[in-house]
């Protein structure tokens, strides 16, 4: 994270512009693949926030917050990039 903040230290406020994606895979008995993806988009911060509840995401700013996403409550957050996707994989696999 610090190399990412020293590399856009010139960058300006509305050229941050982020996005945290996480895909998860499952390959069934079959080998059927169930691919799931979560995104949260945002903005990179200019300095890392502090650590909150969570230990992720100390760099990106989601879209309509003004702060990092480590430093906002559950139900702030909504849901991330990893809580889409794991929710989508689950789902999908109760219906198997």
Do not use: Y
């Amino acid at each position: 994270m610090d190399k990412l903040l020293e590399e856009m230290k010139f960058v300006k406020d509305e050229d941050r512009g982020a996005s945290f994606v996480c895909v998860l895979t499952a390959i069934l008995e079959n080998g059927e693949k169930i691919i799931c993806k979560g995104e949260t988009k945002g903005k990179i911060a200019s300095e890392c926030g502090q650590m909150g509840k969570l230990t992720f995401g100390p760099v990106l700013i989601p879209e309509g917050c003004d702060r990092c996403i480590n430093e906002l409550s559950e139900e702030e957050i909504g849901h991330t990039h990893r809580q889409k996707a794991w929710r989508d994989l689950l789902t999908k696999l109760e219906k198997i």
